[in-house]
Antibody, heavy 122, light 113 residues
Framework: QVQLVQSGGEVKKPGASVKVSCKASGYTFSNFALTWVRQAPGQGLEWMGWISAYNGHTIYAEKFQGKVSMTTDISTSTAYLELNSLRSDDTAVYFC???????????????WGQGTLVTVSS | DIVMTQSPLSLPVTPGEPASISCRSSQSLLHSNGHNFLDWYLQKPGQSPQLLIYLGSYRASGVPDRFSGSGSGTDFTLTISRVEAEDVGVYYCMQALQTEGFTFGPGTKVDIK
């Protein structure tokens, strides 16, 4: 069965960077893009962007350009989300998600990771 | 950017009764392939979101048939024919037409009266 397992929570100081991982299993990793979604405490869902696991092509939401870097490691079926220059308002749960083959675009997120809480605090 | 709005933002429901949530987009979500690029998700308390409806009206695998999606263009509705206690949570619509930037609606919190 398809599983997305994310790395554990992180506590970082302002200005630092953090790298969150999302390890996929149960399917051919290169066949699907992976999307990252952010949820600040008590807030709604925010689409951050996606990365093709086939060729590494990325699309970032305009708001996150220059802030995030999405990468993949096909050898370990793992996707990564790196956030730089962390600020207190980057404190959030970060989810990875995978689309369904039922949809032609990189949506219909049928599979989600459990989420990773990143806390930015001095 | 396509802006998504939802109403109501809070919806107290009575088990066994129907409930509906409206989602509107600032631009048409109707793709040239004839499908509306609009998904619905439910985030139950303490859980990751789950897909309910995709392409406007297609129920995702394992989703009870009391959930249905309708609408086209800019106006969409998620309907629960008979609410059950396990349906509480926050419901989000999301547009996926603009590939350079998907956007979620603000969410509708559903709880039991």
């Amino acid at each position: 069965q398809v599983q997305l397992v994310q790395s554990g929570g992180e506590v970082k100081k302002p200005g630092a960077s953090v790298k969150v991982s999302c390890k996929a299993s149960g399917y051919t990793f290169s066949n699907f893009a992976l999307t990252w979604v952010r949820q600040a405490p008590g807030q709604g869902l925010e689409w951050m962007g996606w990365i093709s696991a086939y060729n590494g092509h990325t699309i970032y939401a305009e708001k996150f350009q220059g802030k995030v870097s999405m990468t993949t490691d096909i050898s370990t079926s793992t996707a990564y989300l790196e956030l730089n220059s962390l600020r207190s308002d980057d404190t959030a749960v970060y989810f990875c998600a995978r689309g369904s083959s039922l949809c032609s675009g990189n949506h219909c997120f049928s599979y989600w990771g459990q989420g990773t809480l990143v806390t930015v605090s001095s | 950017d396509i802006v998504m709005t939802q109403s109501p933002l809070s919806l107290p429901v009575t088990p066994g009764e129907p409930a509906s949530i409206s989602c509107r987009s600032s631009q048409s979500l109707l793709h040239s392939n004839g499908h509306n690029f609009l998904d619905w998700y439910l985030q139950k308390p303490g859980q990751s979101p789950q897909l309910l409806i995709y392409l406007g009206s297609y129920r995702a695998s394992g989703v009870p048939d009391r959930f249905s999606g309708s609408g086209s263009g800019t106006d969409f509705t998620l309907t629960i024919s008979r609410v059950e206690a396990e349906d509480v949570g926050v419901y989000y619509c999301m547009q996926a037409l603009q590939t350079e930037g998907f956007t979620f609606g603000p969410g509708t919190k559903v709880d039991i009266k």
